[in-house]
């Protein structure tokens, strides 16, 4: 079993910035790949960034490309999410998720073990 506990959200102004961390605990070896979501009011829940075990191999989807670092510290099983240039449409939950595949993937069901979320909210 793999714990996720994610920290950072808050309240922001639109244009601020956020650093999400997500502290993995447990079987952390058997991570091979860690990812972020968010799930908006009424929306499903949607990829937002992922990150091999390495740290090497980053993708994002297209919404936050340029404003968004996904990056991680093995040293320390901790993976962040450094947000800038926010705007309100980044309002969500985010949740922190851990996969044991190697393929790059941004399907919810990829991954085994999930955060509890932390709120993000981005004032106009």
């Known amino acids: 079993q793999v714990q996720l506990v994610e920290s950072g959200g808050g309240l922001v102004q639109a244009g601020g910035s956020l650093r999400l961390s997500c502290a993995a605990s447990g079987r952390a070896l058997n991570i091979r790949r860690m990812g972020w979501f968010r799930q908006a009011p009424g929306k499903e829940r949607e990829f937002v960034a992922t990150?091999?075990?390495?740290?090497?191999?980053?993708s994002y989807t297209d919404s936050v490309k340029g404003r968004f670092t996904i990056s991680r510290d093995n040293t320390k099983n901790t993976m962040f999410l450094q947000m800038n240039s926010l705007k309100p449409e980044d309002t969500a939950v985010y949740y922190c998720?851990?996969?044991?595949?190697?393929?790059?993937?941004?399907?919810?069901?990829?991954?085994?073990?999930w955060g509890q979320g932390t709120q993000v909210t981005v004032s106009s």
């Open positions: 990150i091999s075990w390495s740290g090497v191999l980053t």
């Open positions: 998720a851990a996969s044991r595949t190697l393929k790059t993937t941004t399907t919810p069901g990829d991954f085994e073990s």
